[in-house]
């Protein structure tokens, strides 16, 4: 008897699961069985015509050693998470590959991986303390969105390579204790991160030896770099304090220079407006500092004008447990679209 499904969840569920049953391959779109750990994998080749496979989850399958041949008739394969990179595998169809956590992975074996055009997604995080390079094929991957190398604990610099991914969206590296440079202008080279005008999310939570920064761009929206203690914060590393719109968590002790308006604590910090007529808003960015955790919070906030006089007052809801030694504020520029 043959099974005929489009889905296959055998996750967590079936330990013991020596062999599959026989199924319909060109009907399968999903099959996950993670944590099977004592299925015989040379069984799966009663899976058959696996043309119509997306999603793959082959996780926590310590058997596994090379993928079974149905894999590689599966052509429209866009999701394969593994634990173990296996000698064979063939990446040129797929958006997302899940990495994270292959404390044992053979990274030798990542320069087999072949064309990764069409890579949307790479997560390479979590106990990988055997990485102290970055894999070559990432360069290549010029249409990768979402890239994760967070703990990836012995990784000391990120390669000018990362230029080629200027369509990254989202750029995690925390916990990369490690990583003490960030290739960004070596022999007239233009700094890479300045080429990801696309990027949105930059973490870089527990880089403890990062020191300095480039540029960051307009386009990130949110930044973490709590717990970054070696880092020193410059002016220089976003273009614009007044035109940017950055959620941010920084190391340092005080409320940076060019937030011109500043109080003590959480204010009030009152703003006289000599504008005539008046706006009927305006918009800041806004800096507070956490003195318990030594680091600086910054944020986007509009206001509504109902006077010349603008009132600001900060307060945490937790107020019992972290203190705000400093505030600031700088009044948005508004930069005229082209």
Known sequence: MTLISKKLDLRKCCSSLIKLPSLNGSTLQELDIAGCSCLDLAGCSTIGNAVNLQTLNLSSLPQLLELPSYVGKATNLENLNLKVLPANINVESLNKLDLAGCSSLDLAGCSIIGNVVNLRTLDISSSLPQLLDLPTFIGNAINLDFLDLSYCSNLVELPLF?????????????????????????????????????????????????????????????????????????????????????????????????????????????????????PKSMRFQACILLLNQEHLYTFPIKAEVTSSELLFKFKLEIDDVWNIGECGLVQHLEVPSC
């Open 162 to 278: 990362i230029g080629n991914l200027q369509k990254l969206q989202k750029l995690r590296l925390t916990g990369c204790c490690k990583l003490a440079v960030l290739n960004f202008e070596i022999q007239a080279v233009s700094p890479w991160l300045k080429k990801m005008s696309r990027l949105t999310e930059f973490v870089l939570k527990g880089c403890r030896k990062l020191v300095s920064l480039p540029p960051i761009p307009d386009s990130v929206f949110y930044m973490d770099a709590s717990d970054c203690e070696s880092l020193e914060i410059l002016e220089c590393s976003f273009h614009n304090p007044q035109t940017s719109s950055i959620f941010a968590v920084l190391p340092g002790g005080q409320v940076p220079a060019y937030f011109t308006h500043r109080a003590a604590g959480g204010g009030p910090l009152t703003i006289k407006l000599t504008e005539n007529p008046l």
